[in-house]
């Protein structure tokens, strides 16, 4: 079917973007207004610290300054998104892109400030923004809008207008211990473009200089290999096919493995040198430490995992029984194991099967969902020009936006779900916090998108009477339980192990580096799986190792997101009212707290327990389906 340009999609498939600005002109109009309070910048400077009621102005100011800032970003940002063709919306996106760098830059001066202040004195602000307990003083156990737990009664600090503020405020007091002097401050932050470096190199060869050479498809077409065409080729149902891709992929990253090991070798360097500059006691603390979590979570989600590995192995034999092969490789590990049988689901039948899907989460999710269909949240079809992919977006003050490229396929279907999650959290917590404490942090930020994602699978698979449909349905959740949790899990405790080598002064080789990851491939899938050599160079491939200790996160957002769909449909009290709260809560605690609002307690592992008992479940499923 020919693709369809933009103005030949109906309206009613579109986001509508004059939500945030009616007119280009209006932005341009907000980008003057900008410029203008910008000019006011050195007067914030001078009376940021005079007293706790200067400092809330100097906030309010800088929020309203930032704020508009991020409306033209995105605004403009979108806008290119529907045709990056357009030079007009280049030229936007560039200014918004110039004008966040130069406010970001004129407001480098807060944060220093504020940590100068003597002992006590910032405490102080923060007690005054906070409501506190006649009684004892404990903010902790006054709720917002009600009464001391422990008195009855409550009283409000004196100065309100902080009280938005006061979590950051408390975020740079926990801080403190780790900022160096100004000097030493400045010399770190020279640094920057030379510590970026192990990554620009990296994606250089990665993506620039590394030729992959070409392999024979299942038809006997050569193909030129590159990263997109690699994941293709690996699911093909030809063997011969997956065998030659693998082996052909992979050597040009063995031809390269000095160099990529000197680059990731500096990488991790780089991190421990931050680290103890910074005075923590490893780079695996130093990374975990903005979202509060101690390293025995991190230690305890690998324990908890090596725990649950005979999952995995079960997983393994039933991808050799189900491939029906006698031996199987890790070539064979991304090849489905069921084949879509359904035909195209249109947008309209797409949407309404995730509603159906989501109402356990009650009615006004749902009002929220035909909202977000009406009224313009959604950017559905594909047309020339437009950005790939899917992502929900937005800023505080207007509802969320989603772009689609919908396919009418399955996989369609649930990336509408897992943005409209997204969508959700935004448009809760902007509704319920205040500017300063929406913006949730990335540790929180697939949960919601998940939950939707397994409350779908089980809404399918609890309707769905087409045996072939429901073996694709469970082929697809049990991947996500192997490449998000179990192989994300590989991923972090790699990380791991090169950092701690690095800081027992050890020296990272290629030897070392293949030794310590085809060890870990080796137990993570298993004694049914083939051990080769090729497979203990994959590590060399991974771009997110260039961004250290960040892979976990995947791991312990799908367990969260499995607990909590498994508390909501088996019928927990208060899972729906209480996992309403999470999304509400914004960035208004540590991820882990507000977590436990939603009965979630990564502590002692019982989410990680009780995602990897669901892959068992839904793998006993398929297998007697084979």
């Not at 199987?328 to 995730?354: C, F, N, W």
Request: charged share 25%; proline share 3%; aromatic share 10%.
């Amino acid at each position: 079917m020919e693709e369809k340009t933009r103005d030949q999609i109906g309206q009613t498939y579109k986001w509508v973007l004059e939500d945030i600005y009616a007119t280009d002109e209006a932005w341009e109009d907000d980008y003057k207004k900008l410029e203008k309070l910008m000019e006011g910048i050195p007067h914030i400077q001078k009376t940021l610290t005079k007293d706790g009621k200067s400092l809330a102005e100097a906030l309010q100011a800088m929020e309203k300054m930032e704020h508009i800032a991020g409306n033209l970003f995105v605004y403009a940002r979108m806008r290119r998104d529907e045709d990056n063709a357009v030079a007009a919306y280049q030229a936007m996106t560039a200014r918004a892109m110039d004008i966040n760098v130069r406010l970001g830059s004129a407001l480098s001066f807060v944060s220093p400030t504020l940590l100068a202040l003597k002992p006590g004195v910032l405490e102080g602000y923060i007690e005054a923004a906070v409501p506190h307990c006649k009684k004892d003083r404990d903010p902790k156990t006054c709720k917002k809008g009600g009464h001391c737990q422990k008195c009855g009664n409550h009283t409000h600090g004196n100065n309100k207008q902080l009280a938005p503020y006061d979590f950051m405020l408390k975020e740079l007091v926990r801080s403190k211990k780790h900022v160096l002097s100004k000097k030493e401050e400045r010399l770190l932050s020279m640094t920057a473009d030379i510590a970026g470096a192990p990554k620009d190199i990296f994606t250089m060869i990665d993506n620039a200089d590394m030729k992959f050479g070409t392999v024979k498809d299942a038809d006997g077409k050569r193909v030129q290999l590159s990263h997109g065409k690699y994941i293709v080729l690996m699911q093909s149902p030809d063997r011969e096919v997956r065998k030659k891709t693998y082996e052909t992929y992979y050597k040009s990253y063995k031809d390269m493995i000095n160099t990529i090991s000197a680059a990731y070798s500096a990488s991790v360097k780089k991190d421990v040198f931050y680290a103890r500059a910074k005075k923590f006691g490893s780079a695996l603390e130093k990374s975990l430490f903005s979202d509060n979590v101690p390293v025995a979570l991190y230690d305890n989600l690998i324990e908890t995992i090596h725990k649950n590995l005979p999952i995995m192995y079960h997983y393994v034999d039933v991808r050799k029984k189900a491939l029906g092969l006698e031996d199987l490789a890790m070539y064979d590990i991304y090849t489905p194991l069921a084949r879509e049988t359904h035909g195209e689901y249109s947008y309209e039948q797409s949407m309404e099967l995730v509603k159906k899907g989501l109402a356990v989460l009650g009615e006004e999710y749902g009002q929220l969902l035909q909202e977000a269909q009406d009224t313009g949240w959604i950017d559905v079809y594909e047309t020339p020009g437009k950005t790939s992919g899917a992502y929900s977006w937005g800023v505080y003050g207007v509802h969320p936006y989603v772009l689609l490229n919908h396919r009418g396929d399955l996989d369609s279907v649930f990336t509408i779900a897992h943005e409209l999650g997204h969508a959700m959290h935004t448009y809760h917590s902007n509704k319920n916090q205040p500017e300063a404490k929406a913006g949730y942090e990335i540790f929180v930020a697939e949960v919601a998108s998940t939950v939707n994602e397994v409350l779908l699978t089980h809404y399918l698979l609890g309707t769905e009477q087409d045996a072939d449909a429901r073996r694709y349905i469970l082929n697809h959740y049990l991947d996500q339980f192997r490449t998000t949790v179990v192989r994300q899990t590989m991923f972090a405790e790699f990380e791991k192990m090169t950092h701690a080598a690095v800081e027992a002064g050890e020296a990272l080789t290629h030897e070392s580096l293949c030794g310590m990851y085809g060890d870990l491939n080796a137990l993570y899938y298993g004694p049914e799986i083939a051990r080769d050599d090729t497979i203990s160079f994959e590590w060399s491939r991974i771009p997110h190792f260039y961004n250290a200790f960040y892979v976990y996160k995947y791991a312990t957002g799908f367990s969260c997101a499995v607990k909590i769909a498994s508390d909501i449909l088996g019928g927990k009290k208060n899972a729906v009212r209480d996992y309403i709260r999470f999304l509400s809560s914004g960035g208004s605690d540590y991820p882990l707290e507000l977590l436990k609002i939603a009965h979630v307690d990564l502590a002692g592992g019982e989410p990680v327990d009780v995602c990897m008992q669901e892959f068992a479940r839904a793998l006993d499923e398929f297998e007697q389906m084979l």
